[in-house]
Nanobody, 127 residues
């Protein structure tokens, strides 16, 4: 059973940066894809980043492309989300999620197919 614990959220001003971490326990990371998702008040949860098994393919929606970077360090059992040039619209609870995967290839992270979820960390961007 995989456990995911997010950290690194907090208060930031527009234009600043934050790095979120997701520490994973219960298994090695080698056969899991990972995604970061967020949910703003009154809105549905949405994907903001996805990374494949080897960390060679990353996928982002247009809303964060060029500003957010997902990475993985299997040796440290940790997934990261580097967030630059934050704006007020990035305010949300950010969740790390994982799913078991068998092939190292470009992949998607469909929200309804991600089996393991953390409890989230709040990012509040405010002037």
């Amino acid at each position: 059973q995989l456990q995911l614990v997010e950290s690194g959220g907090g208060l930031a001003q527009p234009g600043e940066s934050l790095t979120l971490s997701c520490v994973v326990s219960g298994d090695t990371l080698d056969w899991y894809i990972f995604g970061w998702f967020r949910q703003a008040p009154g809105k549905e949860r949405e994907e903001v980043a996805c990374i494949n098994l080897s960390g060679t393919y990353m996928k982002y929606p247009d809303s964060v492309k060029g500003r957010f970077t997902i990475s993985r360090d299997n040796a440290k059992n940790t997934i990261y989300l580097q967030m630059n040039s934050l704006n007020i619209e990035d305010t949300a609870v950010y969740y790390c999620a994982a799913d078991h995967f068998k092939a190292d290839r470009p992949t998607q992270c469909p929200i309804d197919e991600m089996y393991y979820w953390g409890k989230g960390t709040l990012v509040n961007v405010s002037a």
